[in-house]
């Protein structure tokens, strides 16, 4: 699987990513058809995020406070310890739209407006939101 988002700053996004969330870069382009971008990922997932500029026609992003990407940590301190390193990374802490994702979790928003949900949980198929 793959997320893509514009943004508007391809290095600080980076940063961000890296330093927060300890994603690895998996690839990388420069002026493919007028994009550059970068691809982001985990240590050994089979997905990763994907973030463009594009040098002819930038998009402005225009996410809501409810387009989320959220992960379950289920071990507090790793939990805790991503909550930190979010933060260090310059993403910023906000009040989640959804009062569920406050309960057992922390949300953050990147410099795009972006938000990263860290959910200090198991992931439940049949729970809802």
Same mark, same amino acid.
């Given at each position: 699987m793959r997320v893509a988002r514009?943004?508007?700053?391809?290095?600080?996004?980076?940063? %961000?990513?890296?330093r927060g969330l300890a994603l690895e870069v998996v690839g990388r382009f420069? #002026?493919? !058809?007028?994009?550059?971008g970068i691809m982001l990922a985990p240590?050994?997932? !089979?997905?990763?995020?994907e973030f463009t500029s594009c040098r002819n026609q930038p998009? @402005?992003? @225009?996410p809501t406070p409810e387009d989320l990407t959220v992960f379950y940590i289920p071990d !507090? %301190?790793?939990?805790? #310890?991503?909550?930190s390193a979010m933060q260090a990374?310059?993403?910023?802490?906000?009040t989640s739209m959804n009062p569920?994702?406050?309960?057992?979790?922390?949300?953050?928003e990147d410099a795009d407006g972006y938000r990263i949900v860290l959910q200090n949980a198991q992931w439940n198929a049949t729970e809802t939101a």
């Open positions: 514009p943004v508007r700053d391809l290095v600080k996004t980076e940063s %961000m990513y890296r420069e #002026n493919h !058809d007028g994009f550059d240590p050994g997932a !089979d997905y990763h995020f998009v @402005t992003p @225009t !507090d %301190m790793i939990w805790r #310890n991503t909550c990374a310059g993403f910023k802490r906000v569920y994702w406050d309960a057992r979790g922390q949300t953050y």
